[in-house]
């Protein structure tokens, strides 16, 4: 565990250092951005780090996060890469994946190079990038899809709702290409014939508050297009990520899927975990604030949602970080008096996803070190196939987060280093609270401040997906492609 050279660019020294082995107290010595070697009484470098009394975490692997994106509503994320990746540091977390998402009519190639170009001036962290598609039928689809996954882009996300959605035979041809050429596809799994038919029946019936957003996306929604993507991901034997899974009934069925051997995956994020629809009932339009899609459900939701965190069904933790302000310029877009169907959808969440983890896994005892680290960095980062990230192993790059386990915290009411102007977890107390981060072997934050520059992260091509399955395609599936 030891490099054969006699000094480090940086040591930690005397943290308690989670790997993939396990807990130990160790040293870490960098070199050269990597880790370079693991253990008691390292030599000397030119920068000593003191971590006894701290954790050593990986840094954190965000992959769902909206970040200069408009929404469905014609409505701009409150988020630049700049500000976005500022409150993702100020969180621990060093890497994120967000969406490069396809506006109807145009090229996808078009798509990726107009973000990648906005990342890399404004991104203080490492970042990669989803392919969001709205539109197959455009000019190029099938070459730039292709042409993009293999420059790295291995990540496909689709929506079964709003008028971004495909219908389900695009969506199959979508999986069967990103099988073909080795991508995941992420899905947005709602049944748009549900919610659509719900919201005009609540509105007809002049139920307009942000409270009543929550019934608008019945929970028979997720469950009917969760088990569809599961029965298309059983039929092309294409790897499926399930995002934001909010309902009891969808654990059950990645479950029972997962038993049968289906390719497919599944996350949930922190509003659902510590959230209930309750946060939306609030006087005037101020539940505006808390919606989010799928919206957050109940107690029993949230039990059996860290129930499927320990067995299996959930695979990882993500924000979903939406962005828009509580003002003109995104929730209130439609005006004072807009209904629930006007408003955008989506919280901050960048910044506060590992202080709430940290706070129920380390802190309240709901995991502890070693889960926490799958479920918020070494899981996200295999899946979503980014080699270098995601654990404390020699070889990787040194992108660690230290916690002080004995800070305490009480959030604001504007204390995210986001653009949003208003922090939804306002009140919540915490334990445990982000002491340093350092990325590829440079301290990006310290004493409560963000060193990284705007253009400092890294893109991170990935060569291949961490979900290579084994699972064989329909005998239909099979049948095609042997014809070809």
Known sequence: MHRNISEFDRVLRGGQVVTPDGVAEIDVGIADGCIAALGRNLAAASQEIDANGLWVMPGGVDPHCHIEQMSGMGVMNAD????????????GTTSVISFAAQAKGQRLSDTLADYALRAQRGARVDHAFHLSISDPEVDGFDHDLAALIAAGHRSIKVFTTYDIRLDDAQILSVMAAARLHGALVCVHAENHGLIDWTRQALLRAGLTAPKYHAPSHPRMAEVEAVSRMIS???????????????????????????????????????????????????PGLEGAKWMC???????????????????????????????????????????????????????????PRLPLLFDAMMAQGRGGPESFA????????????????????????ADLTLWDPQASTVFGANDLHDNVGYNPWEGTSLRGAVHMVLMRGQVIVQDGACLAQPGQGHWLRREQIGTVTQATPAPEVQLLEASE
Not at 374 to 395: H, Q
Request: with cysteine; aromatic share 8%; glycine share 8%.
């Open 80 to 91: 630049t890469f700049e500000t976005a990746t500022l409150s993702a540091a100020m969180g």
């Open 232 to 282: 298309f991901a059983e039929f092309m034997a294409c790897p499926v990520m399930l995002f934001h899974i909010s309902t009891a009934e969808g654990v059950d069925l990645i479950r029972a899927a997962r038993a049968r051997g289906v390719p497919v995956w599944a996350e949930t994020c922190p509003h659902y975990l510590f959230m209930t629809e309750d946060a939306l009932d609030q």
């Open 293 to 351: 899609s799928p919206p957050q459900r109940s107690e029993a939701d949230q039990a059996a949602l860290w129930e499927g965190m320990d067995h299996g069904a959930i695979d990882l933790v993500s924000s979903d970080h939406a962005p828009y302000r509580f003002d003109e310029s995104g929730k209130l877009s439609a005006g004072p008096e807009a209904d629930f169907s006007q408003i955008a959808n989506g919280l901050p969440g960048l910044e």
């Open 374 to 397: 799958a479920l918020t960095a070494s899981v996200p980062a295999r899946l979503y196939g980014l080699k270098s990230k995601g654990e404390i192993a020699i070889g990787k790059d």
